[in-house]
T-cell receptor
Framework: RKEVEQDPGPFNVPEGATVAFNCTYSNSASQSFFWYRQDCRKEPKLLMSVYSSGNEDGRFTAQLNRASQYISLLIRDSKLSDSATYLCVVRKSGNTGKLIFGQGTTLQVKP | SAVISQKPSRDICQRGTSLTIQCQVDSQVTMMFWYRQQPGQSLTLIATANQGSEATYESGFVIDKFPISRPNLTFSTLTVSNLSPEDSSIYLC????????????FGDGTRLSIL
């Protein structure tokens, strides 16, 4: 079983739609959680950290359920520019700062 | 966040040769990492670059194949040695500023192709 699992998609949605991505992680001692965005042939860029209480940044909402070891990302009012691969990322416990990346979920927003 | 510059941005190399990739940061950072992203795959950590000491390698990666240097808090190099077609990949440097729980930020990567 992979340490971080995501549905690879692709998710094809029309502009203005709301789309949700899910992610599960296997290590219950994981410490920190992030969503990164990666455009084609570019480096990953931090989209947002994910906090236990849930957090929102504009059209993006992230949720964490530690009991179920589940992370989600909700995108409202999708824009064409949201088309990208979204990576669920988990930091393992311990002092190494090591991140574990999911395989990514591809989103294609169409006009 | 820190500005991270990687060089070269891309290269095409012959089998059996080596390529050294540089990662320069515009400010001192706590931790530096090297990742590989093979075509169609997600990122895999190669090693943590430790300032002034040997890098910490992940399972499946060894120093002879991927020697790493980190002479100070703003600079690191990754060498990919004895290149083979399987080494064709994107290699990414990332850094963390502040505490270990802070997110990592990535350089724009080095795209390596092997003939």
């Amino acid at each position: 079983r992979k340490e971080v699992e995501q549905d690879p998609g692709p998710f094809n949605v029309p502009e203005g739609a709301t789309v949700a991505f899910n992610c599960t992680y296997s290590n219950s001692a994981s410490q920190s959680f992030f969503w990164y965005r990666q455009d084609c042939r570019k480096e990953p860029k931090l989209l947002m950290s994910v906090y236990s209480s849930g957090n929102e940044d504009g059209r993006f909402t992230a949720q964490l359920n530690r009991a179920s070891q589940y992370i989600s990302l909700l995108i409202r009012d999708s824009k064409l520019s949201d088309s990208a691969t979204y990576l669920c990322v988990v930091r393992k416990s311990g002092n190494t700062g090591k991140l574990i990346f999911g395989q990514g979920t591809t989103l294609q927003v169409k006009p | 966040s820190a500005v991270i510059s990687q060089k070269p941005s891309r290269d095409i190399c012959q089998r059996g040769t080596s390529l050294t990739i540089q990662c320069q940061v515009d400010s001192q950072v706590t931790m530096m990492f090297w990742y590989r992203q093979q075509p169609g795959q997600s990122l895999t950590l190669i090693a943590t670059a430790n300032q002034g000491s040997e890098a910490t390698y992940e399972s499946g990666f060894v120093i002879d194949k991927f020697p790493i240097s980190r002479p100070n808090l703003t600079f690191s190099t990754l060498t990919v040695s004895n290149l083979s077609p399987e080494d064709s990949s994107i290699y990414l440097c990332s850094v963390t500023q502040g505490g270990r729980n802070q997110p990592q930020h990535f350089g724009d990567g080095t795209r390596l192709s092997i003939l």
